[in-house]
């Protein structure tokens, strides 16, 4: 299973761009990176998934380096309602797996007015 | 439903007591999963279902806690004589196909406290 690694956590303004990076040195082949957003009292919430290069929707954009051994998330002009935890998964796509999707610790993000 | 549904949304026991736990999945989904997240903390996986079979039992923490997923649908995580470490909240997600091929739908999680 491929670890992740991100910053515990992260301070921004509102209006600005966030960039938030996660490690994933032993990413294997087939693996697949999503993330998830997190409010307080709340289940996570899908946000974007990618293999490679870069994943774009209505709320980010995701950047994959062609090595895979990282991503960033990016969430562009930030408001306080982003204020929320971040985390990076990194998955298997394909029938032999057991399922353990390992979310680890998140980024805090903390967006100030 | 629209989304996943879990109950109790809060259940506040005490220290022996056994609790149960339940996931109603979104309809049609065939992989369902079982965290706990413990305050200000990351979340921890328990348990795996892809239609009724668990191939991974490996993230329950002790074996006071049991799952089981009847039907491809509802699934009910049991945890037996709680402790009061067992106090966290329980989150369950549903997934269209198996693990890592998509988006994880999340329900709002009970929140267990043991006394």
């Known amino acids: 299973l491929a670890k992740t690694t991100q910053p515990i956590s992260m301070d921004s303004y509102e209006g600005q761009e966030v960039n938030i990076t996660c490690s994933h040195n032993?990413?294997?082949?087939?693996?697949?990176i999503t993330w998830y957003q997190q409010f307080p009292s709340q289940g996570p919430r899908f946000i974007i998934q990618g293999y490679k290069t870069k994943v774009t929707n209505e709320v980010a954009s995701l950047f994959i380096p062609a090595d895979r051994k990282s991503s960033t998330l990016s969430l562009p002009r930030v408001s306080l309602s982003d204020t929320a935890v971040y985390y990076c998964l990194v998955g298997r796509h394909g029938s032999s797996n057991t399922g353990k999707l390992i979310f680890g610790q998140g980024t805090t993000l903390q967006v100030k007015p | 439903g629209a989304g996943v549904s879990q109950s109790p949304s809060n259940k506040v026991t005490e220290k022996g007591k056994d609790v149960e736990l339940r996931c109603d999945p979104i309809?049609?989904?065939?992989?369902l999963y079982w965290y706990r997240q413990s305050l200000g903390q990351g979340l921890e996986f328990l348990i795996y279902f892809q239609g009724n079979s668990a191939p991974d039992k490996s993230g329950l923490p002790s074996d006071r806690f049991s799952a089981e997923r009847t039907g491809g649908s509802v699934s009910t995580l049991t945890i037996q004589r709680t402790q009061q470490e067992d106090s966290a909240v329980y989150l369950c997600?549903?997934?269209?196909?198996?693990?890592?091929?998509?988006?994880?739908?999340f329900g709002e999680g009970s929140r267990l406290t043991v006394l």
């Open positions: 032993n990413i294997a082949t087939n693996d697949y």
């Open positions: 997600a549903s997934s269209l196909d198996g693990p890592n091929t998509g988006e994880l739908f």
């Open positions: 309809s049609g989904h065939t992989a």
